[in-house]
């Protein structure tokens, strides 16, 4: 073997060791499913809604547009990001979990060229239906 490879190999294994050292994101207590979202500004009722990647709820006001994050912090039971939606606006969140089925959102930034700063409540309910079949 040479010098240059098993550097590469010793390199490889002391990733996977330190990858497997990091505790799990506190996101992944949680499960995808149908979640309902109270405090959502300008609805009077609880918004439900099927959630497949957790992690969009922290981008939560800008989640029809693709969007960069950066998680800052993901560690205990909270996960910490910025994010930049292009000429649509940029935030930064907070998502605390605090049961796997219970999690606050509080989130701020600007949104198509306005202030936002809002706490939102995320209760997950169900599981999400499968389309039906025709």
């Not at 505790?23 to 992944?28: E, G, I, V």
């Not at 605090?98 to 959102?105: A, D, F, Q, V, Y």
């Amino acid at each position: 073997m040479t010098r240059g490879l098993a550097l590469a190999v010793v390199a490889s294994a002391a990733v996977l060791v330190l990858a497997a050292a990091l505790p799990p994101s506190p996101l992944a207590q949680a499960q995808p499913g149908l979640w309902e979202i109270s405090g959502v500004p300008g609805a009077a009722y609880p918004l439900r809604q099927c959630v497949a990647d957790l992690s969009l709820l922290a981008r939560f006001e800008h989640r029809t547009k693709a969007c960069n994050a950066t998680t800052l912090r993901d560690g205990g039971s909270s996960r910490v990001i910025d994010y930049n939606c292009g000429a649509a606006g940029f935030g930064h969140s907070e998502v605390n979990v605090i049961t796997p089925r219970s999690l606050r959102i509080a989130t701020q930034g600007i949104s198509d060229g306005l202030p936002f700063n809002y706490v939102l409540q995320a209760h997950r309910i169900a599981d999400c239906q499968a389309p039906a079949r025709h």
